[in-house]
């Protein structure tokens, strides 16, 4: 990655604060009439290609990179919206498979500006900074021009800014609890307010989901007349085992069978995004019973997929992983994959969560997977305390297995040193590995305490 200019930068940064300023990504209303008032000053960019649009709880950010990386390498070329940010906010904004610049990142904001403030004008509240986000893709995509735009849901589905879109794929990834503050409890009403990005006409590619969520999914493309596709019947993984690095998979798609795919990815949640993926790029080409895409290129495209942050291995012996787990479900499949593919004689997690998520469930999860945990905060607001934390982390782990750091640095440094801790001398000072988890903020500041660039 080119180094970054402290300039520009700067710049960046100024518009970051003006936009933090409004509504935060975490609050939502049930209302597209501002971002639709914007889109329709601008000329409506978000009509001047195909949408393939990406829902659901737990695994959107992966199979939008998965499709992203797959329409690519057939030849298109491509926007990829994408929330939230792992270390820089330009991440979310990708042309080819690569973050847009800080540079162009401020020249698409300054030329909506004056376009956001006639529709603040016009309204009781000002648009937010997710709505703004979402329009500066859809403009930054038109001016490239794309051939297509891979976009993620931010929250929810029908009220979410990136619904103004009528997406020609819909793929919904599997559905959990999670944002209760905003969606609710209730599953079948998450199910429902995730379905609407399904809309007449188009194909749902959808995920294995539990029986009361399929079912509303699929009353929702009755409704529309959307065409379906589910993973377990009309596609899914036929095989996986694991591999140096990753795992290798065999998929059934809808146009064929894919077989000796590598994925530089760990657990069987990737293995099933990937097919997720596959079968969204199929249908975009229309690829079914007596259409199959080119094998070489699907494997090319898996094969060099980068998902940062995603049981990313950022050091070597001990072995230290960052994954973006932050709620039960994805704590759950974190978990699966720790058991499923590592030997660790000795793992120990670092855990940095926010306060709004459900602490006792993920640390549930988690319990298995850890020989010890060290509690710690990131930097946001929103962050629970290490001591709040390690109050809840004590009814499940016991107290001889939890520790205390205020600083993320520290924590790792600690988790590194238990790691390497052996009771037998006899044995070798090897084996052990670390997991820093909690949430996409914690696995950002990880990543960059170990120098990982923004990808």
Known sequence: MPKLDPGALEELHQVES???TRWPETKIAPSLERIAALVDLIADPHRAY???QVAGTNGKSSTTRMIDALLTRVGLRTGRFTSPH???VTERISLDNAPISPER???VFRDL??????VDAKSDVRMSKFEVLTAMAFAAFADAPVDAAVVEVGLGGSWDATNVADARIAVVCPIGIDHVDYLGSDIVGIAREKAGIIKPGSIAVIAEQSPDVMTELLRRCTEVDATVARQGSEFGVIN????????VIELQGLGGVYDDIFLP????????????ALAAVEAFFGAGTERQLDVDAIREAFATLQVPGRLERVRMSPSVFVDAAHNPHGAAALAAALDDEFGFRKL???LGIMGDKDVAGILTALEPAFAELVVTANSSPRSMSPDLLAEAAIEVFGPDRVHVEQRLDNAIDTAVRLAEEVDDPREPIAGGGVVVTGSVVTAGETRALFGKDPA
């Open 348 to 350: 120990v997690g670092v």
């Open 18 to 20: 003006e936009l933090d």
């Open 265 to 276: 990815m760990h657990g069987a949640h990737q293995a099933a995004n990937a097919s997720l």
């Open 50 to 52: 195909p949408v393939l």
């Open 240 to 247: 996986r085992h694991v591999a140096v690095g990753g795992q």
């Open 86 to 88: 792992l270390q820089l």
């Open 113 to 118: 500006e004056p376009y956001i403030a006639m």
């Open 105 to 107: 990142y401020v020249e």
